[in-house]
């Protein structure tokens, strides 16, 4: 079974810094990319692709974010990053990380979720 797990979030300060961590566990055989996505407050149906990370490191940020925030992993620990610097209200949202994992236990590719964190920034 394959897991993700979230964490970082909290309140801070317009013009502060966070950084969300996404430790997958399990029985991973392989991870195709890594992305963070946020869901703002009453957009129940929007989900904002943040960034993106390949298995060959290549890296996409949202124009909103682009400059700001970085996305990066250690793979000897299954774990992706997203520094957030400069935020702004804007950015409040709950942050969800996504693997594209082929599981060991499952000889598939499959999608998986994070349970989301909150990030919200007080203006």
């Known amino acids: 079974q394959v897991q993700l797990v979230e964490s970082g979030g909290g309140l801070v300060q317009a013009g502060g810094s966070l950084r969300l961590s996404c430790a997958a566990s399990?029985?991973?055989?392989?991870?195709?990319?890594r992305r963070w996505y946020r869901q703002a407050p009453g957009k129940q149906r929007e989900r904002e692709l943040v960034?993106?990370?390949?298995?060959?490191?290549?890296?996409n940020h949202a124009d909103s974010v682009k400059g700001r925030f970085t996305i990066s992993t250690d793979n000897a620990k299954n774990t992706v990053y997203l520094q957030m610097n400069s935020l702004k209200s804007e950015d409040t949202s709950v942050y969800y990380c996504?693997?594209?994992?082929?599981?060991?236990?499952?000889?598939?590719?499959?999608?998986?979720w994070g349970q989301g964190t909150q990030v919200t920034v007080s203006s």
């Open positions: 399990g029985s991973i055989r392989s991870i195709n990319f």
């Open positions: 996504y693997a594209r994992i082929l599981s060991y236990s499952t000889a598939r590719w499959d999608d998986y």
């Open positions: 960034a993106e990370i390949t298995s060959a490191g290549t890296t």
